[in-house]
């Protein structure tokens, strides 16, 4: 009876480590959620959400293959150092905000791109002007984790991609006489993130 508890107890220990999780959480004063669109066909203009939030759950500190994350921003916060801008972006042309207040990303895929051992291809559903779509990102993570001053095990991601914002019913633009378009369908995307391993 004892050597059955015992192995058992063996068995439950062995399974436990393998389903173990490093849970992270974002550090958003460390941390950017940036984007880009096309102004008139000739030059770049950029933006940001200044208010967003975020965990993420891992195989371990650096093995985030088919990590788990969770994020929203509030798409109330966005900006682009132009507040007649901002205002339009918020309208009903844009996001909408007062009707859709929130942006959010959950994950659904996570795996190495084969160009690294911290490179990821990073698949999701993105919920935006009440529209989900699939999107699939790249995520380039720190070659290892570090600790702060204060103790903090941080890790971090560069992510990119590119969205399409048609896609979730932002339709606005304007013609121009040359031709084209005032603002790019596409919108590139340029997120900093560095996360907290929780205690």
């Known amino acids: 009876m004892k050597k059955l508890f015992t192995t058992a107890a063996a068995s ?5 480590a393998s389903i173990a999780q490093t ?14 669109v096309t102004h008139m066909m000739v030059a770049e203009t950029e933006g940001k959400f200044k208010v967003f939030d975020g965990s993420v759950s891992s195989k371990s500190d650096m093995d985030f293959t088919n990590a788990s994350i969770a994020f929203s921003a509030d798409a109330t916060s966005i900006n682009t150092e132009d507040a ?31 160009k690294g051992k911290t490179s990821y291809i990073l698949e999701g559903e993105l919920t935006m002007h ?3 779509k699939k999107v699939k990102l790249n995520a380039i993570g720190a070659a290892n984790t570090v600790k702060d001053p204060y103790g903090n095990i941080k890790n971090g991601f560069k992510v990119t991609g590119v969205i399409n914002r048609k896609d979730f019913g ?12 005032a603002v790019s369908d596409d919108v590139q995307l340029q997120i ?3 996360l907290n391993k929780a205690s």
């Open 170 to 181: 932002l339709m606005w633009n304007a013609a121009l006489e040359a031709g084209g378009v």
């Open 192 to 194: 900093n993130i560095e």
């Open 130 to 132: 009440g529209v989900t």
């Open 12 to 16: 439950f220990l062995m399974m436990s």
């Open 84 to 114: 007649k801008r901002d205002g339009h972006l918020k309208s009903p042309d844009f996001f909408d905000v007062e009707k859709f207040p929130t942006i959010t990303f959950k994950s659904t895929s996570m795996k190495l791109d084969g």
């Open 23 to 36: 849970n992270w959480k974002l550090d958003a004063a460390h941390s950017k959620l940036g984007f880009s």
